[in-house]
């Protein structure tokens, strides 16, 4: 399909503003720029019972910001099944602020308790630091899950791009630490540790994410070139310690028509069915990445994050 007319004036504006790419910047520049970017697509905030920011310690002795978000009385629903969010940004950017508006709409119309994890970004650190807060936020609140309404046995976990990326990792470590997970809301993911897919060839530029900017995110997050072999890294392609995707959680899996990304998230679903894993794909005709983010100034988003609200609401059995 052609690109959304919406998405087309999204990149029509977006090269009309001659705005640097993130490659061309500082870490520190582009996060800036993302966390005044982000907002002005996004759908309007829903309004939450509950919105606490919280601290949760890690495993070097540090402590990570986090926000738990609860759309109703927790004493209605109590215990509630929760989604552990980590957002995108390349590793390198991005935070619980960036994506508010989408953890509070997963939290309303997923009819769940949402933590969306602040975990600590590159290149101050490097990998695994992403991966390890990532799995310790998980751990934390299986822990803790009594003190906030939870119920620690309708667990999820879910993130957009690297958020992706981090959620994939954490449903195998999970799956090796005896914790049961309802389901992987993965939303176009990276799952590669190079580009070598027809569509990162195809799309390399002029659809948001550009090839350059990808290469520039992961030079900030990995250690050396062995880091890209890592399967923690590179879910579907790593090399060094790669594990069995046998009996991992249920995946559902969002896809964009024109992003970068789109092959390689069709290839890790199709891995996990290979395995033996329930997993649903949907690829959105006509959108980029980041397009989770547009739903204020793109109608056709409303359709994306209702599937995946449903995907969420079936996983913890409440339709």
């Not at 069995?244 to 290839?267: H, K």
């Amino acid at each position: 399909m052609p690109l959304n007319p919406k998405i087309e004036q999204v990149l029509d504006m977006i090269a009309r503003a001659k705005r640097p790419q993130y490659h061309q910047m500082s870490a520190q520049q582009a996060r800036a720029l993302y966390e005044k970017s982000a907002p002005i697509l996004e759908i309007a905030s829903a309004p939450m019972f509950t919105r606490e920011d919280l601290s949760i310690p890690t495993r070097d002795g540090a402590a990570i910001r986090a926000r738990l978000y609860q759309a109703v009385e927790p004493s209605w629903v109590e215990p509630a099944p929760a989604l552990v969010y980590y957002h995108g940004g390349g590793f390198t950017v991005g935070s619980v602020d960036t994506h508010d508006a989408l953890c509070r709409m997963f939290a309303r119309d997923g009819q769940c308790t949402v933590l969306s994890v602040d975990y600590r970004l590159a290149p101050e650190h490097k990998f695994p630091t992403a991966v390890d807060d990532a799995f310790d936020a998980l751990t934390w609140l299986r822990e803790h899950a009594a003190e906030y309404g939870v119920d620690a046995d309708r667990l999820a976990v879910g993130g957009d791009s690297a958020g992706g990326t981090l959620a994939t990792v954490c449903t195998v470590l999970a799956r090796d630490a005896g914790i049961r997970l309802a389901l992987q809301l993965l939303i176009y993911p990276g799952t590669t540790g190079h580009q070598q897919t027809d569509s990162h060839s195809r799309l390399a530029d002029g659809f948001l994410l550009s090839g350059d900017t990808i290469q520039w995110f992961f030079e900030q997050y990995v250690r050396d070139e062995n880091d890209r072999h890592d399967w923690r890294f590179a879910p579907l392609d790593g090399q060094r310690g790669a594990p069995d995707f046998r009996g991992v959680a249920p995946a559902w899996i969002a896809t964009a028509e024109y992003d970068p990304l789109s092959d390689e998230g069709d290839a890790y679903a199709e891995k996990l069915c290979t395995l033996g894993n329930q997993v649903t794909l949907r690829r959105y005709p006509g959108m980029i990445h980041e397009f989770f983010k547009m739903g204020g100034y793109v109608p056709e988003v409303a359709h994306a994050h209702a599937d995946a609200a449903a995907a969420l609401r079936l996983a913890f059995g409440l339709e």
